[in-house]
């Protein structure tokens, strides 16, 4: 099987809701790193297995729809407490939807929100 990975950094900001999480109720930011890997078992016709350039476009379009935003005001966070978890989820799901390269079959976000700690979402196609 075939991977490509890119990755990028932003800055967003984020409270916590329904629990008490000490400071991080309080709106506070993070400094995501945001690793994107596609796979699949065949290349295009022209050796890729996904046109990078394309998936930089798409990339860069969702990271600066949060960059130095507040992810509670989001209205796909709406109702959601604005965790890790559903953050890689909702960026997952908006890439898979926006990338339409037809041979890849698995797409996964892996979002860090600083050195130590991550989470990660998987679609399979």
Do not use: C
């Amino acid at each position: 099987m075939y991977s490509l990975g890119v990755r990028r950094e932003f800055i967003a900001r984020h409270f916590l809701i329904g629990g008490d999480w000490g400071p991080e109720n309080f709106p506070n930011s993070h400094h995501y790193t945001l690793e994107l890997a596609l796979e699949g078992n065949k290349l295009d016709r022209h050796g890729y297995l996904v046109d990078i350039v394309d998936v930089e476009k798409h990339l860069d379009d969702v990271v600066n729809y949060y960059k130095e935003q507040m992810l509670n005001d989001k209205p796909e966070f709406d109702g959601l407490n604005p965790s890790i978890e559903h953050f890689a989820r909702i960026l997952a799901t908006t890439l898979s939807g926006r990338i339409k390269a037809e041979n890849i079959s698995r797409l996964k976000v892996v979002l860090w929100e600083n050195a130590n700690a991550w989470a990660a979402y998987q679609i399979v196609r």
